[in-house]
Structure formats: structure tokens, C-alpha cells
């Protein structure tokens, strides 16, 4: 069945906000997310979870600290790139040591760290907090190159390409001379980090969000007062639809939802509904910001439902959900790309096929397609893209309806040979059909014995 996430702005949206309801909802585990600063070269990073209230309700929340009184909160190539004045630095609420991404009328923390280089990162800490700032090249050199899958790396640059597009059009300058304040500390670059390691885990067929709530008054940030949204909010909030802060919530000045998590939220082109879509409910978390809004909970939630089936006799299969990953090859060996082919499926691939095709400029060419289960997928098209000459592939995901299948050993002619049965879910036997590399053998055999 299509797998739905459907995303809800109950009190708007931040970075951590985002991860915390994947793991309140069991999509993804807190030591899977502690594992993914050290793929950054933040090794004294540490990613922590745990349970709080938030108007009566039972959410989680996320933390990012450092093991080191050192600790770096904004990073920065101190000898690359143009140096900028202060007002081309991006905001995104406050710079908290223990990760406070409230729904935001924030503090602004500064925090003074000493120049300290990471050899594994190639990246240097600026002193004052301050006047602090991350050049957005460097940041999407930083993702770019590190080990995590593919599809992740590409997501997190996607988000950073948006915020970094928007503090452009914000102040009038080229998005290669971006500079980020708060957008480029080390916990913001978590937070899109962990969005994108959990979007990239789900892979949803579909994805759906409530209207998205900025909300109300002013707020104060690295460069002066501002009214809600502030500059790279509203960019980023173009033709998305947003909603009035609730009445319950009575604070006068209150930054809902920061530029990350708008960012994350528009890097997924959701269908923008005002209800929960149609389906079965599986699973559902909720992520807690810091701030007490009192009776209004501080929660960013997520559901995620499988889709009704067509009426019709689908039941009688089984059904599940598979990616396929295709790449167009058109300057490689045939050797090498049936290499692929058998090292894909010796990695656990369901299927791997080879298509001729006509490329570009009259190329003859090879599309490679492989079948992965959902949940893994993206390790295969990393492998891909490691191992293959290919700069690129695409995929998509695919409902399924199967059969059922036993194995049966039967007697034939001179031995016996294991048969796969396909059967309704109802035990109703449509197929059967002896394995092929047994009948071969079976085969060869009995032609040896007539000799």
C-alpha cells in the first residue's frame, strides 16, 4: 500500500522539532541520529533524546551538546571566500548551547569559544558568537563530501540551497556569497542533517502538511528587529500556504516556525491539507519545541498512514512498497556494468535488469535498474554511485501486490526437485514452477546417466 507522511504544524515548525517527532514516533531511533555527527567530523557533537510534557501531552525532545568545554557553535573557513558585512548573515532564531529551537521569540546566547580547527571536517571555529558566520559554500562543501548515503547528503544541500536562496533574495546578493549566523552553528546543521536522514529513511510515496503558522509580533534577531515572519521566513514562505497563530497561544511576540524548518518542510513540495489524509494510521510522534506556550502544546506532529486500497479483489495479495533506482550509463564497459548488475544482486537487490536505450547526441546506452526494499534503498544507490561511472541516477517508489510463496520438495523422475507455489493470501494455489538451478543440475544429470 502507498505510504502517506502527513506533517502537522501544530504550533509551527524547527529543525529539531522535525527529527524529535520521527523519533517520538519510532521511525527512526535516537542512536541512530548520536551516530551522524561523527560522518560531519564533529566528533565532541552528541545528540541526545528524551521524553517532556507539553500542555499535558507526552512528546520528545532533542538536544545537541558537546562532549568539550571547547565546544564550536559556529564554523567557518577562516581563509576562503569573500568576507561579508553583517547584514548578509542569515538568522534562525537563537544560538542555544543546549539546543533550544523554541517556537521562538528566542534568547540570543553568545557563546565564546577559541579558534579551534577540525582536522577531519577541514573546517575552523571562529571566536565571539557574536559576529560569528558560516558561508553557505562551505556548509554545502561540508555535506557534499562527507560519508553519509547519497540521497541524504543530496536532501540536506537541498535545504541548505533553499535557506541560502532565501537570504539572497533577502538581501539582495548572490546566493554564493551567503553567509549564515544561526543557520550555520552546529546544531542547525544538525537539524538538517537528522530532517534529512529521517525523510530519506521513510520515503514516503506521499507527502501532505498542514498550513504552516509563522507567528505573530516581532522578534529579535543577530541583525535588529523584525516583524514575523522576518525576511528569510517570508522568502521561503512563497507560495506556501500559511495559518493565524491559535488564539490559545496569548504571547504578543512569537516566532512559530524558524527558517529551517520551513526550509525542511518546502524541500518536500507537500500537498497542503487541512485535515489528516484518508488512510490507516501506523505510526505517530510529536516534537517538542522548548518554549512553555501554556495550554497550547508546543508540539510539531507527524502521522503516518498507509493508504486505502482500491475495492476490488486486492486483498487476496500480499502488498508492500519497493524503490526502483534507475541510471542511464552510456560510458562504460559491458563487462564492468554486468559487474554491477552481480554485485548489486549479491548485496540483496530483489531485481536488477539492463535496458538498451538511445542517449544523448545518437549515444548508445545502458539504463541499469535495481528493485530494493524501501527501508534500505538508499544504500544501494549509494553503492551505485560510488562504484559506477554514472554523475547521477533517479527513483521512485512503486506499490506492489505479490503472491504468496512456500517451497515444496517434490518427487520427479530420477530425484527431486523444490518447486516455489504462489497462493492468495486465502491459501487459494495459483503457480508453481520448479527452481531453475536445481532443474538444470536435474537436467545434466540425467543426460550424464543416459550417456
Known sequence: MSRILFLDSVAGVAGDMFAAAFVDAGLVTAAELAALPAQLGFNSVEISARAVTKATMRATHLSVTSRSDRAPHSLSHAHEGPTHAHDHHAHDGPMHAHHAHEP????????????????ESHLVVEAGADHAHTHYADIDRLIGGCPLAAPVRARAQMIFRLLAEAEAA???????????????????IMDVVMAAYCIEKLGPARYCATPIRPGRGFITMA??????????SARLLADMPIAATPAAITRTNVELSTPTGIAILKSLAPEFLAEVPAG????????????????????FR?????????????????????????????????????????QLLARGALDVWLTPAM??????????????????????????????????????????????????????????????VGLTTTGEVLKDKPEFDELRVHWEQRSSDRK
Request: proline share 5%; with cysteine; charged share 20%.
Open 104 to 119: 521562538h521569540a528566542h534568547d540570543h546566547h553568545a557563546h565564546e569559544t577559541s579558534p579551534e580547527s577540525d582536522s
Open 170 to 188: 533577502a538581501h539582495g546578493m548572490a546566493v554564493e556569497d551567503v553567509a549564515f549566523h544561526e543557520v550555520g552553528s552546529i546544531d542547525s
Open 223 to 232: 541583525h535588529g528587529t523584525h516583524p514575523v515572519p522576518p525576511p528569510a
Open 280 to 299: 490507516t494510521i501506523r505510526q505517530q510522534g510529536l516534537g517538542a519545541g522548548t518554549m512553555d506556550l501554556g495550554s497550547f502544546p508546543n508540539v
Open 302 to 342: 507527524l502521522i503516518v498512514l498507509d493508504a486505502n486500497p482500491s475495492p476490488g479483489a486486492t486483498h487476496a495479495y500480499e502488498a508492500d512498497q519497493v524503490v526502483e533506482i534507475v541510471s542511464n550509463i552510456d560510458d562504460d564497459s559491458a563487462e564492468h556494468i554486468a559487474w554491477l548488475a552481480e
Open 359 to 420: 542517449g544523448k547526441k545518437g549515444r548508445p546506452l545502458t539504463c541499469l535498474s535495481v528493485l530494493a526494499q524501501a527501508a534500505d534503498w538508499s544504500a544501494y544507490a549509494d553503492w551505485l554511485l560510488r562504484n559506477s561511472t554514472t554523475f547521477g541516477l533517479r527513483y521512485r517508489t512503486w506499490d506492489r501486490l505479490k503472491l504468496a510463496r512456500r517451497f515444496e520438495r517434490r518427487a520427479v523422475a530420477g530425484g527431486e526437485l523444490t518447486y516455489k
